[in-house]
């Protein structure tokens, strides 16, 4: 059976996930500072926008595995965009969240020898609480009232719903080989 790889430097786009990864970061940080909190019950708001963040921690997982771990230069390049698209305190807040969310993926993708679709759920289920915690603590220096349970429920749910799609995903195309 053939192990399931995306190899760097083959194929019409050999980067693309790394590119993906750079350019979300910031336009995710910075649809963040404008999206309106919608309250879904009394009380229960939150910002539309963390459901998608999920997405950032896969391409990540996916951009590791292209450049290395290079990756961390991509994020550093990332984080810059993000001081030009939604300003210095907001990228500040992203690049914490993001250096200790990236420790926990980059050792787990780097130390351990799980199936890829087993890494990719772990290091999002073990990285999302504590960067969506990190990145929404910072939040608070731009806009009031981000670090709320309905922000950190819905950042780690929608996630772990991109880990999951991604895994599942992933364990077919395994299958199949």
């Not at 595995?65 to 305190?89: D, W, Y």
């Not at 603590?137 to 772990?160: C, H, W």
């Amino acid at each position: 059976m053939t192990a399931y790889t995306d190899t760097p430097g083959k194929g019409n786009f050999p980067f693309k996930y790394a590119v993906l990864y750079v350019l979300l970061i910031p336009l995710i940080n910075w649809s963040f500072t404008w999206a309106p909190m919608w309250e879904v019950l009394p009380g229960w708001a939150f910002n539309p926008v963390t459901i998608i963040t999920g997405l950032v921690l896969v391409v990540r997982d996916f951009a590791q595995r292209e450049i290395g771990h290079k990756v961390l230069i991509a994020m550093a390049i990332a984080l810059v965009l993000t001081a030009f698209a939604a300003g210095p305190e907001l990228a500040l807040a992203s690049g914490a969240a993001f250096a200790i969310a990236e420790m926990v993926d980059w050792a787990l993708f780097t130390f351990t020898k799980y199936r890829l679709s087993t890494r990719v759920l772990l290091s999002s289920a073990i990285a999302a609480p504590l960067d969506t915690t990190i990145f929404l603590y910072g939040a608070e220096m731009i806009r009031p009232d981000q670090l709320t349970l309905p922000n950190v429920t819905m950042s780690i749910f929608g996630k772990m719903i991109g880990a999951v799609v991604i895994w599942w995903i992933i364990k077919k195309k395994l299958e199949k080989l």
